[in-house]
T-cell receptor, first 112, second 114 residues
Framework: QQQVKQSPQSLIVQKGGISIINCAYENTAFDYFPWYQQFPGKGPALLIAIRPDVSEKKEGRFTISFNKSAKQFSLHIMDSQPGDSATYFCAATYNQGGKLIFGQGTELSVKP | DTEVTQTPKHLVMGMTNKKSLKCEQHMGHRAMYWYKQKAKKPPELMFVYSYEKLSINESVPSRFSPECPNSSLLNLHLHALQPEDSALYLC?????????????FGAGTRLSVL
């Protein structure tokens, strides 16, 4: 019940295309869903996050879509750039604190 | 400043050595975390300190010993490690109870056990 399932495991997108990464969770008590971006040799960095009372959140080229009834959320990267090539982790947690439950990660490669 | 600083960046140690990893943050965060990350895998939580007290130990072997000397500093003492302990060790911090469980990660220490 604590799992977060993430897909795809890897993704290759052409420059200017849309990258879509999907996650599903089981525990309806989770109330905070962050996405982390990790470049090789670096720690994960918070990219964007959403609470379940919001269906969509957009920050620049990055958008989270949230479907509470389906217990699914996804990250859309519009106009993908080679600099977006990184590993992306979705996560679920509790707003007031506690451990992050990470998805397995998606390795994104944006080809020029 | 949202920086979590970890030292050293790289560490090579033998199985009989004792070494320590250090983590520092000056964001006033009162929760600090140690994670272990293997290649192409998500970070795995090891320990959580909340207000300088150990609140979570994810059944980590005793050859890993955490310490939180003050609210800004977190150490991980290593002793008699095994080659399978080679990984990226990440420190993170957050401010509990602020309504956003945002954890800020350091760049990590790349540990190799020979």
């Amino acid at each position: 019940q604590q799992q977060v399932k993430q897909s795809p495991q890897s993704l290759i997108v052409q420059k200017g295309g849309i990258s879509i990464i999907n996650c599903a969770y089981e525990n309806t008590a989770f109330d905070y869903f962050p996405w982390y971006q990790q470049f090789p040799g670096k720690g994960p960095a918070l990219l964007i996050a959403i609470r379940p009372d919001v269906s969509e959140k957009k920050e620049g080229r990055f958008t989270i879509s949230f479907n509470k009834s389906a217990k699914q959320f996804s990250l859309h990267i519009m106009d993908s750039q080679p600099g977006d090539s990184a590993t992306y982790f979705c996560a679920a947690t509790y707003n007031q604190g506690g451990k992050l439950i990470f998805g397995q990660g998606t390795e994104l490669s944006v080809k020029p | 400043d949202t920086e979590v600083t970890q030292t050293p960046k790289h560490l090579v140690m033998g199985m009989t050595n004792k070494k320590s990893l250090k983590c520092e943050q000056h964001m006033g965060h009162r929760a600090m975390y140690w994670y272990k990350q293997k290649a192409k895998k998500p970070p795995e939580l090891m320990f959580v300190y909340s207000y300088e007290k150990l609140s979570i130990n994810e059944s980590v072997p005793s050859r890993f010993s955490p310490e939180c000397p003050n609210s800004s500093l977190l150490n991980l003492h290593l002793h008699a490690l095994q080659p399978e302990d080679s990984a990226l060790y990440l420190c993170a911090s957050s401010h509990p109870g602020l309504g956003k469980n945002i954890q800020y990660f350091g760049a990590g220490t790349r540990l190799s056990v020979l």
